[in-house]
């Protein structure tokens, strides 16, 4: 059975950094996609990161995060999400997901299929 958690989140106050982490057992692939996404309250939910832990080009990050977000795996595949000069913009729930690689394909969003149940992060002004 495919389990996706995800760990850390908080309140913190605007200007502040916060990091989250993920991880997925149960998967039989070597390696795979990961992505975090978030939902905010009464907005749809969004891609905010996505990498493939086998490497290479298939790294994504939506225009929001880049500069002030970091996702990367580590030798455990553990995803990280390293969040910095938070903004209550940033206020959501964090959701970590994954999925198999589509060798021509990269890691689509619409490819998601299995979620964790969400980390709340909360940036006060």
């Known amino acids: 059975q495919v389990q996706v958690s995800e760990f850390g989140g908080g309140s913190v106050e605007s200007g502040g950094s916060l990091k989250l982490s993920c991880k997925v057992t149960g998967y039989t692939y070597s390696d795979y996609c990961m992505a975090w996404f978030r939902q905010a309250p009464g907005k749809a939910r969004e891609r905010v990161a996505s990498l493939y832990t086998g490497g290479g080009r298939w790294g994504y990050y939506a225009e929001f995060a880049k500069g002030r977000f970091r996702s990367y795996a580590d030798n455990t595949k553990t995803l990280w999400l390293e969040m910095n000069n938070l903004t209550p913009d940033d206020t959501a729930t964090y959701l970590c997901?994954?999925?198999?690689?589509?060798?021509?394909?990269?890691?689509?969003?619409?490819?998601?299929?299995?979620w964790g149940q969400g980390t709340q992060v909360t940036v006060s002004s």
């Open positions: 997901a994954a999925c198999a690689f589509n060798a021509w394909l990269g890691c689509r969003e619409q490819d998601f299929r299995d």
